[in-house]
């Protein structure tokens, strides 16, 4: 497998297209080119992760943040991310990124968060959309399917889980054939009418091209009519956080405590609770969502003192977990994830989350 096919995969898990737009998700240091036999996962690149990748002779890092968020006025080889790249370029080692793209994903972070917190009946706190065009091409009777057949073969008709999905419908079209035409149905210089179906399917952005030379390779009309119109799919899973339910009710303190050992709270204090929202890394700003949700307690990571206030004002109970504790749960997962990928294609790729320290100690 070469690092381009590799973040193919990471993409098919991780979509681009649902990245906030000041992400920067995707290869951040190394070659398309490169072969890839073994992946190291971990929530940042550090000089730590970079050594431990190297050392287990890993070709990528894929971490959650990305190592470059704004572009590069110099690279120093002596500090921050420069001296990453140099020891990650000497050693042969790829760094890539699946951030907020990875956060917002059917089976991202929030909803890792949420099985190790055992929350069941889930809906996104902040729903998002996926990008696509829709393609809608007139075919003549009875060379719909050939049509169908290449455009499932470039990439199109895949909803969710579901592929090879479309949608036909009959009518009638005309049209009138140049003097020079070679027209597959009528005559040059007449008119012509035939029966046609209207042929529908969704197509990613990246893959309107290879769509398009599909169309005019198959397609039995000098001309095909053809259009690209662009649509905003909801994914029912999809989207920034989550509110999930304990049900029975459980004892927010008592469930913490148990799995996480101490942690922050401000606002009302941490009962009985059944509704609860989540948004791991820095959230603090969705306390007000959470709670015009019906949720009881946001939990989330990087609140500050301001917002703790707030939070109390709206009746709300804020947690604050830590940035790493409620994210690294979304890195194991996603190395499940791409091992079951990995798994299923019959790849020679071994794929391990590393082991990483949060960046707060206690006393």
């Not at 005559?187 to 197509?203: D, K």
Request: charged share 25%; glycine share 10%; with cysteine.
């Amino acid at each position: 497998m070469l690092l381009r096919d590799f973040i193919s995969m990471v993409h098919q898990l991780a979509p681009p297209d649902l990245a906030a737009d000041w992400d920067n998700p995707g290869l951040q240091a190394g070659s398309p080119d490169q072969e890839v036999k073994r992946v190291g996962l971990a929530l940042d690149a550090t000089p730590e992760t970079v050594a431990e990748a190297l050392n287990a002779r890993c070709d990528v890092l894929l971490t959650h943040h990305p190592l470059i968020f704004k572009p590069l006025k110099n690279i120093n080889f002596t500090t921050g991310a420069g001296a990453l790249i140099k020891a990650a370029a000497a050693g042969g080692l790829s760094i890539v990124a699946a951030h907020t793209n990875w956060d917002s994903a059917s089976q991202g972070v929030a909803r890792a968060l949420a099985d190790f917190l055992e929350l069941t009946d889930r809906t996104p706190l902040e729903p998002a959309a996926r990008e696509f065009y829709k393609l809608v091409v007139f075919v003549p009777a009875g060379y719909e399917s050939r049509v169908r057949e290449a455009l499932f073969a470039a990439g199109a008709g895949v909803v969710g889980d579901y592929d090879r999905c479309w949608f036909e419908a009959s009518g009638q079209g005309g049209f009138r054939v140049p003097d020079r035409g070679k027209p597959f149905i009528g005559q040059a210089g007449e008119e012509a009418r035939t029966r046609e179906s209207r042929l529908e399917v969704v197509v990613p952005r990246d893959l309107a091209e290879r769509a398009t030379q599909a169309v005019f390779r198959h397609h039995p009309y000098e001309e095909p009519a053809f259009e690209f119109h662009p649509v905003r799919v909801y994914g029912r899973d999809q989207g920034l956080g989550l509110i999930g339910h304990w049900d029975p009710p459980r004892d927010l303190g008592d469930e913490l405590r148990r799995r996480f050992g101490a942690f922050r709270w401000a606002g009302l204090r941490p009962g009985l609770v059944n509704r609860v929202a989540l948004l791991p890394g820095s959230g603090g700003r969705f306390i007000h969502q959470a709670r015009r949700q019906g949720a009881q307690v946001l939990i989330t990571g990087d609140a500050d003192y301001h917002t703790a206030l707030e939070a109390a004002g709206l009746g709300l109970t804020l947690v604050d977990l830590g940035h790493f504790e409620t994210e690294w749960p979304g890195v194991a997962a996603l190395a499940r994830a791409l091992g079951a990928e990995i798994g299923r294609r019959n790849l020679d790729v071994e794929c391990q989350a590393l082991a990483q320290a949060p960046a707060w100690n206690l006393f």
